[in-house]
């Protein structure tokens, strides 16, 4: 059976403009580069961050944009309640003890990035691939998921703070 020639039309049309897309694409990534390599200071931390296995161009993108250069938020921490990655607690006076939630107010584009490089780090980090196996045995995997994209924010911070670039030193001993 033979297509139709208005299906035909249709899929030369779109593949045309994925094709327009990814060129445009790929131009506004060389922008951006340009742009990253005009200021010192943030080439310094985009390496630094990109150095951290699970953390992509997009997340140190965002991270450095979000934190104008890590000088808006004074601490690790601070910055994953804005991302919406530190649970709080739910209580009302002595009656009310509900369980610890991360906020709804939180940055979500942020926080659907930060997921991604979790589950990348899960897969690709040896000691977060151990921190997370041996917390499944105890939680759900999504608490497992948010601890383990605090953890990146908290390397990410240190590293830049300290000026050095990730150095995986992990070794099984077992």
């Known amino acids: 059976m033979y297509p139709a020639k208005s299906d035909d039309m249709l899929t030369r049309m779109m593949a045309k403009k994925i094709k327009e897309n990814d060129q445009l694409v790929r131009k506004l990534e060389a922008q951006l580069e340009i742009m990253i390599e005009a200021d ?10 990109r150095s951290i296995k699970g953390i992509g161009n997009i997340n140190a993108l965002m991270t450095i944009a979000y934190t104008e250069n890590f000088t808006c938020f004074k601490s690790a921490r601070s910055y994953a309640v804005y991302a919406g ?3 709080f607690d739910y209580s009302s006076g002595t009656s009310i003890r509900g369980r ?3 906020s709804n107010l939180a ?3 942020l926080k659907q990035e930060l997921n991604q490089a979790a589950r990348v780090a899960i897969k690709w980090n040896a000691d977060l691939k151990m921190y997370a196996e041996r917390k499944l ?4 995997y999504k608490v497992v998921l948010n601890n383990v994209k605090f953890k990146l924010i908290l390397r990410m911070f240190a590293l830049v703070n300290r000026g050095e670039l990730y150095v995986d030193k992990y070794q099984n001993v077992a």
Do not use: D, G, H, S
């Open 107 to 109: 940055n979500k584009e």
């Open 100 to 102: 610890r939630k991360v």
């Open 40 to 49: 010192p200071a943030i080439l310094m931390n985009y390496r630094i961050i």
């Open 137 to 140: 045995q105890e939680k759900p």
């Open 85 to 87: 990655v530190v649970p």
